[in-house]
């Protein structure tokens, strides 16, 4: 093993630092010449998927990894898919058949948002 001088030491030193440096530069100036001419793209795909709550979270983090941007939603059901429940059902057709026995019990909705106070 040699043993270095003061100014051998300081020699190799600053040739290292002098390495790091050039190599950071370089670096810099690769990722400003990508970005410089990196193109947005024109177009992208919309794409809508359906997957099992467990599996949404594995999804999610992958798709953060990537980059990709996207957003979280529930899936809406089409009319004819929906459930009503009894329940609901039930209140409905207790109110229908209270105004086919009083309709003037009811009033109208131009009398009704008249009575509205607005802010």
């Not at 429940?85 to 003037?104: L, W």
């Amino acid at each position: 093993m040699d043993i270095l001088t003061f100014s051998e030491f300081y020699y190799r030193k600053f040739k290292l630092v002098y390495f790091l440096s050039c190599s950071l530069i370089m670096l810099v100036l690769l990722c400003s010449f990508i970005v410089a001419n990196f193109k947005t793209p024109t177009c992208m795909k919309e794409i809508i998927i359906q997957i099992p709550d467990a599996k949404a979270e594995f999804l999610l983090e992958l798709l953060d990894q990537l980059g990709v941007g996207f957003q979280v939603g529930k899936m809406q059901k089409q009319e004819d898919e929906m459930i009503i429940p009894e329940f609901h059902k039930t209140i409905v057709r207790e109110r229908i058949k209270r105004y086919t026995d009083d309709p003037k019990r009811i009033l109208k909705w131009n009398e009704v948002r008249n009575n509205f106070k607005f802010a």
